[in-house]
């Protein structure tokens, strides 16, 4: 069966490597053409040169999602550029841990400026062209740790559950405009973020979730009928 995401356009921001990666391919595989987003040129144009394989069109952006506007000119050279967008993925983070006294105050702050203000800003700009055209889809990456404080993740944390409140209230808002808002709250993924935290190590397909998983997740989501909504998901490992 032809998918029915053939022929959308999707912009994933973080999605030179890792799970956004992951979910760029599966896209491409899908016949989506896909805009990724991070601020390493170098990483970005190689991910763009493997996505074309899939005969998409892919392009790439270099800019850091914490900064209004850089956030406001690239969105819309890309809207431009891919002459529309169906899908917004708000994937782009950062994972840095560390006791809440030792952390200095300048890193805790580029936590929360990246991984919120990062994605609200650039829903801020993508919003509009869905509204516009009275349908669209949003996925937000929050994270188990979204859901749970620990030890060492208090930027972190705060991040993601701020996250998970800003895309439920924005659910709720524009379920309306026929516009999809999924929140994902997933567990330890294997990717330079999870191995470089400690919690996973390169190679550890048969134990720990892979960014595949991940990106199988969305797309499922996004095959949905439009009637229906993939609200929130969890995705854990089935090895405890
Ligand atoms: N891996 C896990 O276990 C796990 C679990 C739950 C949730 N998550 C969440 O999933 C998302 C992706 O994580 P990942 O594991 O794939 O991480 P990753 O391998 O470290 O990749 C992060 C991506 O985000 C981009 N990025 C980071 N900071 C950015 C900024 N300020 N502006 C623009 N792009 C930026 C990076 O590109 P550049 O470096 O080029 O900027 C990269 O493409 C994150 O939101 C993370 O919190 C991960």
């Known amino acids: ?55 998409v069109k892919a392009i790439y952006a270099v800019f850091d999602v914490g900064n209004y506007e850089e956030v406001k000119s690239n969105i819309k050279t ?15 983070g950062i994972g840095s841990f560390g006791s809440f006294m030792d952390m200095p105050v300048e890193q ?7 991984n919120l203000m990062g994605m609200y800003y650039v829903t801020k700009e993508v919003l509009p062209h869905l509204i516009a055209k009275n349908e669209g889809d949003i996925i937000n990456v929050s994270s188990t740790a979204g859901l749970t404080g620990n030890a060492t993740t208090s930027a972190y944390s705060a991040s993601k559950f701020a996250v998970i409140g800003m895309s439920e209230a924005l659910m709720k808002e524009v379920r309306k405009n026929n516009i999809r808002v999924v929140t994902l709250t997933p567990s330890t993924i294997e990717s330079d973020m999870s191995i470089e935290a400690g919690i996973a190590t390169k190679g550890s397909e048969d134990s720990v979730l892979q960014p595949d998983d991940f990106a199988e997740l969305i797309v499922a989501g996004l095959n949905l009928p439009r009637r229906a909504m993939l609200k929130s998901a969890a995705l854990w490992s089935t090895n405890p």
């Open 1 to 55: 069966m032809m998918s029915s995401l053939k022929n959308k356009k999707a912009i994933i921001t973080g999605g030179s490597r890792g799970l956004g990666k992951a979910t760029a391919f599966a896209f491409a595989k899908a016949g989506v053409d896909v805009a990724i987003t991070g601020r390493k040129e170098s990483v970005l144009k190689a991910t763009v040169s493997e996505l074309e394989t899939f005969g």
């Open 78 to 92: 890309i809207i431009d550029s891919l002459g529309g967008v169906d899908i917004l993925v708000n994937n782009a």
């Open 108 to 114: 805790w702050t580029q936590i929360i400026q990246t």
